[in-house]
């Protein structure tokens, strides 16, 4: 930073002296300083940045500058503001990022400085040809470059005049292109999204009563194939640029191993040379080029190298450029794989000043990822599995890539045998992932994309069918609280088995809520109480205190628990609670709610039967029906009533077999051995 204080006081004493002119011998020196400086500091300062200046150096800088200019009026402050807009330091975080990525998608391949090219534009060179393939040949310059050509390029090399392009014009050039890299960006999305839409409104009208048969479907979709790729007869060309034709190529290929000279017509910034032995009218080329802007035409390119933001293309013996998005849809790693291939490519109407020729593939790749897909639901039936991988992660679900240009999506219920899972807790974006085909629907004039849903789930171990001995009606665990809501909370009886707990058997009626009685992570002793399997819901039953003891010090065991009563049964029931409105009873050796009675007063008996009732005491009762909670409705007036008319039959049986005495002598005998 000395060198940078230094020539920053003497430009500022050199800038700043009194406006005087000098006069004799004392003017060339002043000159001669001041214009060394203008040289010396932009040197200077742009190095500044690279030698990661701290923030004390450059405290240190603006206080030489303020003595420079002290004592100079408005001239100090001015320039010292100036100075430090020169000077700024590099953005960093997302500003450091937009930059990085406004330098080029292929930056990293140019790190170190510039290169320094072993020919020019124009140059004759000579080599060995190496390999030719696919219509391209490719010629070693004996080490110093790889060149690549049309495999018919002739081998007589056309008397041209040497086209030299000016510094300013190269500069120019170079600034234009990495504008349309950055412009291609935006073009191609919003081009695709055009491409949409007019699909979208260019739609016939349906009638679901007259359908399309699937002729008309493919004849449409040929119709729509071709007219994205045809010709430019409306666009009006001067007449010479309308009937140049190019001059012919050559009948062989030169072969392996042989020496070939050509001309040099463009030189990549990655080192490749581009061999033009043709005499090309470049103007007239040009032309019909830019003439092709924006149409639907496609033209043939050979990619004869790379540089920071794309592609450098051979079209019509022209130099074209395509952005690094306009090659491909996924990002690319290694532009070399392009590199002597010859594509096809369309040209997007022209951005800023519309001197560069930029051509992309973004739209044939549309057009041929759209006629893939086509094809490809065609093959799709439900219950295919595939290895798909994750492109994004939405609330509601996640897309998967299947292959072949085909996407669907996973819904959040199909992602885990779990309920109410996060997508972004189960998946991210990359990940590799099985899927099964649910649900298809073809691609046709009302569905341009068609739909395909997908499941994870399917593909996972069904946990109902490895659990198979805990989803049944009876079985007790301790089970954890996993999600409560406001009509109960669930519980995790096995890896993706929940069972529901009502939340009326959580507390009374002042519960409005299951996280007011319990939160997630608890453990409670539960009953399986009823299995649904067809909408796989489980409901759970909770286990009294007492029971819930003898559950964890392993007292009760399923062959020692009585099967649930049902309504009609006489059963013996313990008093657990005397309300002022009945009893509540618990059957002995049945768990849960299906064990759990009520006796209203009303069915209680007598009015003196409710005084002789304490906790503990049992009763038999009559078993009258089921509350909605599962509980049992129970009656000592209904078993009384029942064995009064097992009394009146057992009487009527005996007189039938004896044939003597009264109805009341039987009544009156039967009810006195009662009594004894």
Known sequence: ???????????????????????????????????????????????????????????????????????????????????????????????????????????????????????????????????????????????????????????????????????????????????????????????????????????????????????????????????????????????????????????????????????????????????????????????????????????????????????????????????????????????????????????????????????????????????????????????????????????????????GGVEGLVHASELSWNRGVKPSDEVKRGDVVQVEVIEVRPITRKERHGKLSLSVKRCLPDPWAAHADIIKEGHFQIAKVVRTTEFGAFCELAPGIDGLLHVSELGGRDVKHAKQAVKVGDEIAVLVDRVDPKQRRISLSKLSPAEAEKLKAGELEPGSLKRPPKQGDHITVVIERVEHHGVLVQVEGVLGKRGRGYISNRELGGGEAKKNLVPGAKLDVKVVGVDRDGGLKCSVRAKEVDEERKAVKDYRRETSRQGFGTLADLLREKLGQKGD
């Not at 940045?49 to 923030?55: C, L, R, V």
């Not at 140059?123 to 080490?143: K, N, P, Q, T």
């Open 1 to 403: 930073m000395s060198n940078q204080e230094s020539t920053e006081r003497d430009e500022s004493k050199e800038t700043d002296a009194p406006a005087t002119e000098p006069t004799g011998a004392s003017a060339e020196p002043t000159a001669q300083a001041e214009s060394s400086a203008r040289e010396e500091t932009p040197a200077v300062e742009s190095q500044a940045p690279e030698e990661g200046a701290s923030d004390d150096a450059d405290d240190a800088a603006e206080a030489g500058e303020a003595e420079a200019v002290d004592g100079e009026g408005e001239k100090g402050p001015k320039k010292k503001r100036r100075r430090r807009k020169k000077k700024g330091k590099k953005p960093e975080g997302e500003g450091a990022a937009a930059q990085e990525k406004s330098a080029g998608a292929f930056a990293a391949f140019f790190e170190g400085g510039e290169r320094k090219h072993a020919f020019g534009a124009g140059e004759i060179v000579a080599g060995s040809v190496v390999r030719v393939e696919d219509g391209v040949a490719f010629v070693d310059l004996f080490g110093k470059a790889l060149a690549v050509m049309d495999a018919f390029e002739p081998a007589e090399i056309a008397e041209i005049e040497a086209e030299h392009e000016t510094e300013e014009e190269s500069e120019a050039a170079a600034q234009e292109e990495a504008e349309a890299a950055a412009a291609a960006e935006a073009e191609v999305s919003e081009e695709t999204t055009e491409a949409e839409a007019s699909e979208e409104s260019a739609a016939p009208a349906e009638s679901p009563e007259a359908p399309a048969s699937e002729a008309q479907e493919e004849q449409e979709e040929h119709d729509e194939d071709e007219s994205s790729a045809g010709t430019v007869a409306a666009v009006e060309l001067p007449p010479e640029v309308a009937e140049y034709q190019l001059p012919p190529l050559a009948e062989t290929s030169p072969a392996v191993g042989s020496i070939f000279r050509g001309r040099v017509v463009s030189v990549s910034e990655s080192g490749h040379v581009a061999i033009l032995n043709r005499k090309v009218e470049k103007p007239l080329v040009k032309a019909r080029l830019r003439a092709l802007r924006g149409q639907k035409a496609s033209v043939t390119g050979l990619v004869f190298g790379f540089n920071r933001g794309g592609f450098d293309v051979l079209v019509d013996g022209v130099r074209c450029f395509c952005p690094a998005s306009g090659m491909s849809f996924e990002p690319i790693e290694d532009p070399n794989q392009f590199v002597g291939k010859k594509l096809e490519f369309t040209l997007p109407p022209a951005k800023g000043s519309g001197r560069s020729l930029v051509v992309t593939r973004r739209a044939l790749l549309e057009r041929e990822r759209r006629r893939v897909v086509r094809e490809r639901f065609k093959t799709l039936e439900v219950g295919q599995r595939f290895e798909g991988r994750v492109v994004d992660v939405k609330d509601f679900g996640v897309v998967v890539d299947i292959g």
